[in-house]
């Protein structure tokens, strides 16, 4: 064995390890070069007992030291293969990002919580109440009896009452038409159902949703949204609720608006009013969203009648308070320039998108 067969081996070993590609191809070198059984150095070394004792001094070292180089250079290799597939997979910061979608919140929830937000900085709290609801909170208690003309003004969803519902109301002698169950034809019964729990003073906004057994058209819905006011206490007065109602639609329409009461008729307050605001697109010059008159319609209102009061148990003429009901689409059709309320439920993403 020559010094040159082993110097030549280490750059064979060199070479080979270098243009490795693979893990799998530097196992196979590793097992080429110092493998226990047949690796080219141990075989060599497996000659050293034959050689002379002045040449095992030199060979013996080199050997050794060429084993110590091959398994450095594995391991190096190993490890820069491992490197550049890092880098392969390593994020590029040039490349243009992936577009993260966002949801869009419903209009009506946006107009919904902005009305919130309002009546909550006045101080009024939020209140919610059944869907499906009994006759005799949708309507009697509200000074609307049976066979009453103005139910006429809600056309109701009448539901199929069981048999069980209606034994009840006979054994506890209440009497089954009372109990009949509809769904609410607006949000003026959670009134009633909060004054039977709370004493006054108190001021209450009720968000909701009411349903209409009528036809549909470009502003009208079965189904839509509306929100309840009271205000109730020993001298709440009109004045009171012309301020409130006032504030509340500058801050709205985040500017100054007119707004005009006009006489108007619901069973359950005295007086009853319409309420315009001026038509926040021509600021009362006339156009076609206003119908040319400058005023927009928005809530029904009044000072709560007082046998609603005695129907929530409360003396007749012990407390006085305003009440008002205003659709929510209406002011969200206002706000947004929408021109047809089923628009909002037509679940047509290219509308949604727009908010
Ligand atoms: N509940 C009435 C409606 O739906 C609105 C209203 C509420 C009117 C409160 C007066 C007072 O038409």
């Known amino acids: 064995m020559q010094k040159q067969d082993i110097a030549h081996l280490a750059q064979e070993a060199k070479k080979s390890i ?12 590793r097992v080429r070069f110092i493998g226990r059984k047949d690796g080219e150095v141990t075989k ?3 000659q050293l007992p034959a050689l002379s004792v002045e040449d095992r001094r030199t060979v013996g070292p080199a050997l050794n030291a060429l084993k110590n180089e091959v398994e450095q250079l594995l391991t190096a290799r190993v490890k ?14 040039t490349m243009p990002g992936k577009k993260v979608a966002t949801g869009h919140l419903h209009p009506l929830t946006l107009v919904e919580r902005e009305i919130r937000d309002v009546f909550k900085a006045m101080n009024f709290s939020v209140v919610e109440g059944p869907e499906v609801e009994s006759e005799h909170y949708n309507f009697d208690a509200l000074n609307i009896p049976a066979n009453h003309p103005a139910r006429d003004m809600w056309d109701t969803f009448w539901l199929a009452t ?36 709370h004493q006054p003073p108190f001021q209450i906004v009720v ?56 006489p108007s008729y619901f069973p359950f307050v005295e007086p009853g009013l319409d309420v315009d605001v001026e038509c926040v697109k021509c600021g009362g010059k006339g156009c076609n969203i206003c119908k040319d008159s400058g005023w927009l319609e928005v809530m029904g209102a009044g000072m709560v009648h007082p046998h609603v009061f005695e129907a929530a148990g409360y003396g007749p003429h012990e407390y006085q308070g305003f009440a008002f009901g205003l659709g929510l689409e209406r002011i969200a059709m206002i706000k947004y320039n929408i021109p047809d309320i089923r628009l909002f439920y037509s679940g047509d993403l290219r509308f949604i998108k727009q908010f």
């Open 18 to 29: 270098q243009s490795a590609k693979t893990a799998a191809e530097l196992e196979a070198l």
């Open 44 to 46: 060599l070394m497996k």
């Open 80 to 93: 820069d293969l491992a490197d550049e597939a890092d880098r392969r997979q390593a994020i590029d910061v």
């Open 162 to 197: 069981s048999d069980k519902r209606q034994a009840t109301s006979k054994k506890n002698n209440m009497s089954h038409v009372a109990d009949r169950l509809l769904l609410r034809t607006h949000t003026s019964p959670v009134q009633i159902r909060y004054m039977e729990q």
């Open 207 to 262: 968000p909701g949703r009411v349903f209409r057994y009528e036809a549909t058209d470009a502003s009208h819905e079965i189904n839509f949204y509306q929100v309840e006011g009271l205000m109730v206490g020993k001298d709440v007065t009109l004045a009171n609720f012309k301020f409130v109602i006032g504030e509340f639609f500058k801050r709205l329409f985040k500017k100054d608006v007119s707004i005009r009461l006009r």
